[in-house]
């Protein structure tokens, strides 16, 4: 397959399932890489099989436990650039397919394997999920009503901040790393490590201010009225961040109590700051404080729904949704890269893959015939 992008040239082997590591080759695809997704058929029917992760992708079936299986990978890997594997750490040693096993058949090669808690250490065989990894991180502690539980976010962070795009930033400076050295090398990410930075600024505020990381009490969770969520008349909400003064000075003028202006920090009347803020913003609908303060500077927005994201002239205007046909030939929607780049842009050339859609003519490209792809179908290889 060719195809323009930035990573036109470097082919992927993606094993991984689920959300992280197909999220990561998803980025990967849209940038020119040839991904072959590889899949065990006996995932097929557990609905797990998240199909727009597949776009621009081709996606095989292939049993690596059967040795005709492993042969078959063993001779892709051989015109492959990354190897990537997202199994509970051991399991790629039992097949067969680690790291060390595959530089013998590509000294090249560029491994990485996403996992919840990296490849070493105590907790290396653990299993868990998103909302396990961001409360072992310190990330969850800090989410959620003050005073309260801890809210579990209805976005995986872990898996694609701290897993799938960190994943990405390693294959592609271990790509960069090999036009230097002519080696590979193996790239361990833990989804856990990927989001410890997200604490760097409450570690910041604790060390500078010894402001201690509290959930919705940090400067920068709504403990003061210039970075908070208010409720409209609607029930809507809109949030402010007017962080410096000269964007909270602007609103307390507009809003017609000046004298707030040199409050903005201040601990002993924050709450009357927020109380007028809350009441203020109850006065009017959504729509209207749109109307009113969206060109106004003064670090405003609407809290946008699923629903408004996908119809929004912004987004739409910076093409960052697009349509495709669907299986069964319905339009759907999908969000497009959000690196925009100027000589090599991202572009989405192929409808998701369906399970195991590319399996014959990847076979086929690597000398199989269909008698042969017949007897692997037959015994289970694919």
């Given at each position: ?244 003064n000269r964007f909270w000075h602007r609103l307390c003028e507009h809003l017609g109590r000046p004298e707030f202006a ?121």
């Amino acid at each position: 397959m060719s195809h323009k992008g930035a990573l036109a040239g470097v082919r992927v082997l993606d094993l991984s399932r689920l959300l992280p590591g197909p999220y990561c080759s998803m980025i990967l695809a849209d940038h020119g890489a040839d991904v072959i997704a590889i899949e065990n058929r006996k995932f097929q029917d557990d609905g797990l099989f998240f199909e727009e992760l597949y776009r621009n992708k081709r996606h095989m079936s292939l049993n690596l436990k059967n040795p005709k299986g492993k042969e078959i990978f063993s001779r892709l890997v051989r015109d492959a650039d990354v190897v990537l594997e997202g199994f509970r750490p051991g399991v790629v040693d039992r097949l067969g397919v680690e790291y060390e096993a595959l530089c013998q058949i590509n000294p090249g090669i560029i491994y990485c394997s996403i996992s919840g808690y990296g490849q070493t250490g105590p907790k290396r065989y653990q299993v868990g999920h998103d909302v396990n990894y961001l409360s072992t991180a310190g990330v969850l502690n800090l989410i959620g009503e003050e005073g309260g539980a801890p809210t579990i976010p209805a976005v995986q962070i872990a898996d694609i901040l701290g897993g799938a795009m960190q994943a990405a930033v390693g294959i592609l400076m271990a790509l960069y790393s090999r036009t230097q050295s002519g080696r590979g090398q193996y790239i361990d990410i833990s989804m856990t490590e990927g989001v410890l930075g997200l604490l760097t600024l409450p570690r910041f505020f604790q060390q500078k201010a010894g402001e201690q990381p509290l959930r919705s009490a940090t400067t920068l969770s709504h403990k003061f009225a210039c970075y908070n969520t208010y409720k409209t008349k609607d029930n809507r909400y809109v949030a402010i961040g007017a962080v410096e003064n000269r964007f909270w000075h602007r609103l307390c003028e507009h809003l017609g109590r000046p004298e707030f202006a040199e409050l903005q920090y201040d601990n002993a009347r924050r709450l009357e700051l927020i109380d007028w803020l809350r009441e203020t913003f109850s006065q009017k609908n959504l729509a209207e404080w749109d109307a009113e303060l969206s060109d106004l500077d003064v670090c405003y927005s609407a809290v946008a729904t699923v629903d408004e994201i996908v119809d929004s002239p912004f987004f739409r205007e910076r093409q960052m949704i697009h349509l495709y046909p669907g299986q069964n030939g319905k339009l759907c929607q999908t969000f497009t890269s959000p690196v925009k780049l100027s000589e090599t842009p991202a572009e989405i050339h192929s409808s998701p893959a369906t399970f195991g859609q590319h399996t014959r003519e990847i076979l086929r490209e690597l000398g199989y015939s269909n008698s042969y792809i017949d007897e692997f179908a037959g015994a289970g290889v694919v």
